[in-house]
């Protein structure tokens, strides 16, 4: 059974940034592809970013060159790191790991508003 765990959310202005972590428990943190979903009432859960066993990373364009994701195999640990971030960026996030079943966090609240 693997455990997520979320942190870093909270309230930013437009244009400040963001830091989130999530923490993982279990053996198989390693060979798993993570994820950073976000969601907002009403709407379907988006995926945000991606990071694979090996390191390749995949963004929404809506964040691209203002989001990075990075991993940390000895930690099991991803991060989130969210620049410029736009009232739109607005959401739950949540972090996914998946490895022929996938689990979620519990999400982290983050809010930009001015």
């Known amino acids: 059974q693997v455990q997520l765990v979320e942190s870093g959310g909270g309230l930013v202005q437009p244009g400040g940034s963001l830091r989130l972590s999530c923490a993982a428990s279990?053996?198989?943190?390693?060979?798993?592809?993570l994820g950073w979903y976000r969601q907002v009432p009403g709407k379907q859960r988006e995926l945000v970013a991606g990071?694979?066993?090996?390191?390749?990373?995949n963004y929404a364009d809506s964040v691209k060159g203002r989001f990075t994701t990075s991993r940390d195999n000895t930690k099991n640990t991803v991060t989130l790191q969210m620049n410029d971030l736009k009232p739109e960026d607005a959401a739950v996030y949540y972090c996914?790991?998946?490895?022929?079943?996938?689990?979620w966090g519990q999400g982290t609240q983050v809010t930009v508003s001015s």
């Open positions: 990071i694979t066993s090996s390191g390749t990373t």
């Open positions: 996914n790991l998946r490895h022929q079943v996938q689990f």
């Open positions: 279990g053996d198989i943190f390693s060979i798993s592809t």
